[in-house]
């Protein structure tokens, strides 16, 4: 994708659905594309304004915060093995 491609404008005020825009705002922010669409919160994707905030939290979404031992892991597979043994 070429930086300030002018289509990729067009493309994202006609898309339909907000998690749709914002998708594509990603995508454009990751090829580092910079353009004010008007909307505050996508202007907030396409700048990376709070792309740590977002990855916070998705960390928290995925319970992925606080990092988990070898032993919690296999604890929580032997655990579900053996409830499935038991039906």
């Keep these: 994708m070429l930086t300030g491609d002018a289509r990729a404008f067009t ?3 006609h898309l339909d659905g ?3 825009r914002r998708q594509l705002a990603y995508i454009l922010a990751s090829h580092q594309v910079r353009f004010a ?3 505050d919160a ?3 994707v396409i700048n990376n304004t709070r792309l ?3 990855f916070e939290i998705l960390a928290r979404e995925l ?7 070898a032993e919690d892991v296999y604890k929580t ?3 579900s ?3 499935l043994a038991a039906v």
């Design 52 to 54: 740590a905030d977002q």
């Design 81 to 83: 093995r053996t409830l």
């Design 42 to 44: 996508l202007d907030e």
């Design 37 to 39: 669409t008007g909307d």
């Design 63 to 69: 319970d992925v915060l606080e990092p988990k031992t």
């Design 77 to 79: 597979l032997t655990e």
């Design 18 to 20: 907000r998690a749709m």
């Design 11 to 13: 493309h994202l005020r």
